[in-house]
Each structure stands twice: as structure tokens, then as C-alpha cells.
């Protein structure tokens, strides 16, 4: 004789209700909507990077995805949020190098990167070009120096904000040069691109992704790349390495991180959704060719190792050379 269980609407709903959550994935079954921070304000890389990939994520996750740009800090208020948000995968930070000189830079910021947000997606890197507005007279980079030598602090340069990789390598490279060059530091690369395009700046240091529409535009053009290698777009601008800077490079690049307490399955599921939207063939070419990325889509231990060096090679930068954000 086996027992059975009368047939209520009751039992039928709590049945109901186990099946979903037995068959439930790691794929947000309690949210609709799911939000991609991006700590810059509108026109940089990072915002541009959000957007082409929001209508894939969209159609991956089955869900609305909003793009929201919280700037400011260094990245740190965008960053802030995301790591204050629910572990359910409804609020992911999509950032930029930056990230990494956060605990160096701030002297309280309002998140601890290492250990309030965790490691999700590395989708690529791209190397930091110096660029000049086609009014300056700066040919390479030799140029520049020569200026600065000639009057001290006379040479303008933009970055997307105090600290970024941008800001750190023209410090590294005034300092082996023995120039002063003048450091404007902006919220994003939008602002900073428009300043040097209406002569406001005499360079900006970004990366090839947010300068190479503008040289290809003929609005900028490029005095030093700082990649191991010209890139083809490139091909007759110096490395920093061939300018007499050995060993010396630069990279951006992009990542995704979600709140610290998100189930590492969902974490996995986040990444492997990203991949397969980048790794659509138009997507794909689309980063290589006109934001210049290596792709790497590395999932969570790859950018977490990742990560970590740049925490460590550029917080001794910032620390080495007394920089802190205003």
C-alpha cells in the first residue's frame, strides 16, 4: 500500500512552485531587468563597449538590459553601486582600467574593489596611444619633449580622469623624459576628445579605441602608441619602445564585475553569456577593427589574476609618485 496526497489547489501550487525552483538555473529566474553600470559619463570607450553589446545581453538573458553611466571618482561611485546592489545578477559594473588604481588613488573610497565586487568577464585590452589635434605642431613624440624643454609645463595633456592609465603612463613617461608636462584630468573620454579636437589640450592620452575614430576622422592624429607593437592602424607612429623608452608599455582594458556575494554559478552563467554575444562575428569585428581590442574573454580566475597585477604595477605608480584625486 503506498501513501498518496490529496489532489488541492494547495498541493498543486506548492508543486508547482518546486518544479520552477528545482528547475530554476543560475540565469536570474527572479529578475527582468538587469542594469550594466558603466562608472563614465556618455562617449568613451567603456560607455560604446556597453552599448553594442546591450542588444545581445538582452536577447542572451531573456531580459531587459539597461545601460546607466554613473560617473565620477574615478570610476569608484559606478563601481560603489554595483557593489551595494543585489547578488542576483540584476547590477553589473562594465569598466575600465582605471578600476585598478581605485585603492591607490582615493584616499577613502567608497568601495574596496578586492573585496566588495567580484571578478566576472575580461573582454580585451587595447593599447594607449598619444594623440595631438591636427592645429598642433607636434609630429612625434620627440616633438613634444622639446616643446616641454623648451618651457617648462607648457605641454598640455588630457586624460579620462586623475589616475587612469592614461594619466599614470604620461607621468612615467614625463619623468624618464625629464619634462614637465600639465596634466587635465576629465570625467570621461568624451570631454576629453572634444578638448583636444577644439585645440583646449595639445594631447590626450587614451586608448586606441577611444582616439583611432577620431585620427580616422581627421580630427587627431597620433605622436606615440603605447602598445609592445604598432598596430596596423598605426603603422608609422612610434611605439614608446622605439622612442627610447624601453620596456615600457601600456594597455587598457575592460572588464565586468557583479557584487561580491553573487553565487559563483551565476557568475559563470554572466560570463559565459558575455562571451557568446562578443563571440557573434559582427560584434567581434567590430572591436578588433575600430576600437583596436585584443580580445581575451577571459571568465572570473582570468581577470581576477589579471587584475590583480594591475592593482599591483600601477597602485606603485600612484604611490611612487605621491598622486592622488582632487
Given at each position: 500500500m503506498t501513501n498518496s496526497t490529496p489532489l488541492t489547489r494547495r498541493t498543486i501550487l506548492a508543486s508547482g512552485a518546486a518544479?520552477?525552483?528545482?528547475?530554476?538555473?543560475?540565469?536570474?529566474?527572479?529578475?527582468?531587468?538587469?542594469?550594466?553600470?558603466?562608472?563614465?559619463?556618455?562617449?568613451?570607450?567603456?560607455?560604446a563597449l556597453a552599448r553594442l553589446l546591450q542588444p545581445g545581453l538582452q536577447e542572451k538573458l531573456g531580459r531587459t538590459v539597461l545601460v546607466e553611466n554613473r560617473a565620477g571618482a574615478a570610476?569608484?561611485?559606478?563601481?560603489?553601486?554595483?557593489?551595494?546592489?543585489?547578488?542576483?545578477?540584476?547590477?553589473?559594473?562594465?569598466?575600465?582600467?582605471?578600476?585598478?588604481?581605485?585603492?591607490?588613488?582615493?584616499?577613502?573610497?567608497?568601495?574596496?574593489?578586492?573585496?566588495?565586487?567580484?571578478?566576472?568577464?575580461?573582454?580585451?585590452?587595447?593599447?594607449?596611444?598619444?594623440?595631438?589635434?591636427?592645429?598642433k605642431p607636434f609630429k612625434s613624440f620627440a616633438d613634444v619633449i622639446a616643446a616641454a624643454k623648451a618651457k617648462d609645463g607648457s605641454v598640455t595633456y588630457g586624460s579620462v580622469g586623475i589616475g587612469t592609465i592614461g594619466h599614470l603612463a604620461m607621468t612615467v613617461l614625463g619623468k624618464r623624459a625629464g619634462v614637465n608636462l600639465t596634466h587635465v584630468a576629465y570625467r570621461g573620454g568624451g570631454p576629453a576628445m572634444n578638448d583636444l579636437i577644439g585645440g583646449h589640450v595639445d594631447l590626450v592620452c587614451g586608448s586606441a579605441a577611444l582616439i583611432s575614430p577620431h585620427i580616422t576622422g581627421g580630427k587627431a592624429r597620433p605622436v606615440m602608441q603605447l602598445g609592445a607593437k604598432r598596430l596596423d592602424r598605426f603603422k608609422d607612429t612610434q611605439t614608446a619602445i622605439e622612442a627610447g623608452f624601453p620596456d615600457f608599455t601600456a594597455e587598457a582594458w575592460w572588464g565586468v564585475f557583479a557584487p561580491k556575494a553573487t553565487p559563483a554559478a551565476m557568475v559563470d552563467d554572466i560570463a559565459q553569456k558575455f562571451k557568446a554575444v562578443i563571440s557573434d562575428p559582427t560584434i567581434?569585428?567590430?572591436?578588433?577593427?575600430?576600437?583596436?581590442?585584443?580580445?581575451?574573454?577571459?571568465?572570473?580566475?582570468?581577470?581576477?589574476?589579471?587584475?590583480?597585477?594591475?592593482?599591483?604595477?600601477?597602485?606603485?605608480?600612484?604611490?611612487?609618485?605621491?598622486?592622488?584625486?582632487?
Open positions: 518544479a520552477l525552483a528545482a528547475t530554476a538555473t543560475p540565469s536570474f529566474a527572479q529578475a527582468n531587468i538587469t542594469t550594466l553600470v558603466v562608472p563614465f559619463p556618455p562617449g568613451g570607450s567603456t560607455d570610476g569608484s561611485i559606478g563601481a560603489a553601486q554595483v557593489a551595494k546592489g543585489a547578488p542576483d545578477g540584476t547590477s553589473l559594473l562594465i569598466t575600465f582600467d582605471s578600476h585598478a588604481v581605485i585603492p591607490a588613488i582615493l584616499e577613502k573610497p567608497p568601495v574596496d574593489v578586492e573585496k566588495e565586487l567580484v571578478p566576472v568577464f575580461l573582454v580585451g585590452t587595447a593599447p594607449y596611444v598619444v594623440a595631438t589635434g591636427t592645429d567581434s569585428a567590430r572591436l578588433r577593427e575600430t576600437q583596436e581590442m585584443t580580445l581575451i574573454m577571459g571568465g572570473p580566475k582570468e581577470l581576477g589574476t589579471f587584475f590583480d597585477k594591475e592593482l599591483k604595477a600601477w597602485g606603485k605608480v600612484v604611490r611612487d609618485n605621491s598622486i592622488k584625486a582632487q
